[in-house]
């Protein structure tokens, strides 16, 4: 063979080890490229809820091999437009929207905390409190008007004979963090969150708070874990089940569970959002009334 030949062949096989080198390094920046977005409602800061949720997106990137993200939204209509939409491929959101997201957009209920959340009104440390009727003629700070607990609260207040405008002033507020920060600066008498929520809050916030009322009627999951419909069943079986071994059968997960106040998390299926009616159909009227 002559040297020409030799060195010809030699040049092909550089270019085919080339091309089938760039071929497989494709293939592996596509299958990085690809990501889950986990849509989180806006009830905290997002920089808090990134936080708090960050030990669960790193197992479930090692799970699924992809890239997994945690976000949000700047409010809460935001949040359900995008729902609507079907913008997040996973979402955790609360039991009125969770039950929208399932009846009028296909999402797939997935999981829920083994623990119920409650409306709770916190005052400040060292601000006396006995009765709800304490609060006539005070300021009253809720996150947003579409959040749940907003709704909860209204409903609390009234079934103590209070009238909003009337004998008290509401202020509603981004997110539960905010409405509490108003107590906590005097710019708010009471706050009505869900208790939840503040085991989630910085210890340095907690502890200039003290909760005085808890409103058992409104006993409801704090929040619900649902999966696109545009996600196959085998993806959303998978989603489901790494989130569950991650909150049942990791020091991590156990941890998160913890402190999130979940307990743990247990399936809910379609028989179970059907009972958080009540609260979707509310939420659905406020939607309606506000565009």
Same mark, same amino acid.
Request: proline share 5%; with cysteine; net charge positive.
């Given at each position: 063979m002559g040297a020409h030949n030799v060195v010809r062949i030699t040049i092909l096989? #550089?270019? +085919? *080890?080339?091309?089938?080198?760039?071929?497989?390094?494709?293939?592996?920046a596509t299958e990085s490229a690809t990501s889950i977005e986990i849509?989180? &409602?806006?009830?905290?800061? #997002? %920089?808090?809820?990134?936080?708090?949720?960050?030990p669960l997106r790193k197992y479930l990137q090692h799970q699924l091999h992809e890239n997994v993200t945690i976000i949000s939204a700047p409010d809460y209509r935001t949040f359900y437009k995008r729902i609507e939409q079907h913008t997040y491929p996973v979402i955790i959101t609360p039991a009125n929207s969770a039950y929208l997201a399932w009846h009028d957009s296909a999402?797939?209920?997935?999981?829920r905390p083994l623990a119920n959340t409650q409306p709770v009104v916190v005052v400040a440390k060292d601000q006396p409190f006995s009765y709800l009727s304490d609060l006539r003629g005070k300021t009253v700070a809720?996150?947003? &008007?579409? +959040? #749940?607990? *907003?709704? %909860?609260?209204?409903?609390?207040?009234?079934?103590a004979g209070l009238k909003t405008g009337y004998d008290f002033t509401l202020k509603n507020m981004q997110n539960h963090r905010v409405a509490v920060n108003f107590v906590i &600066?005097?710019?708010?008498?009471a706050a009505?969150?869900?208790?939840?929520? #503040?085991? %989630?809050?910085?210890?340095?916030?907690?502890? %200039?708070?003290?909760?005085?009322?808890?409103?058992?009627?409104g006993a409801a999951p704090g929040v619900v874990?649902?999966? *696109?419909?545009?996600? *196959?069943?085998?993806?959303?079986?998978?989603?489901?089940?790494?989130?569950?071994e991650f909150a049942q059968n990791t020091p991590e997960g156990i941890k998160l569970m913890h402190e999130l106040g979940y307990v743990g998390l247990e399936s809910i299926a379609e028989d179970g959002l059907k009972s958080l009616a009540p609260y979707g159909n509310m939420?659905?009227?406020?939607?309606?009334?506000?565009?």
């Open positions: 096989k #550089i270019f +085919a *080890s080339t091309l089938l080198l760039t071929c497989l390094l494709t293939a592996h849509g989180i &409602a806006p009830f905290l800061p #997002i %920089q808090t809820l990134v936080k708090n949720y960050g999402y797939v209920p997935l999981l809720m996150p947003d &008007a579409l +959040a #749940i607990v *907003s709704m %909860q609260g209204l409903q609390m207040l009234r079934d &600066a005097g710019e708010a008498d009505i969150v869900s208790d939840r929520a #503040i085991m %989630q809050m910085p210890d340095s916030v907690r502890a %200039q708070i003290k909760i005085v009322y808890t409103w058992k009627n874990y649902l999966g *696109s419909p545009k996600l *196959s069943q085998d993806k959303l079986k998978l989603i489901k089940k790494s989130i569950l939420l659905k009227t406020a939607l309606d009334e506000n565009k």
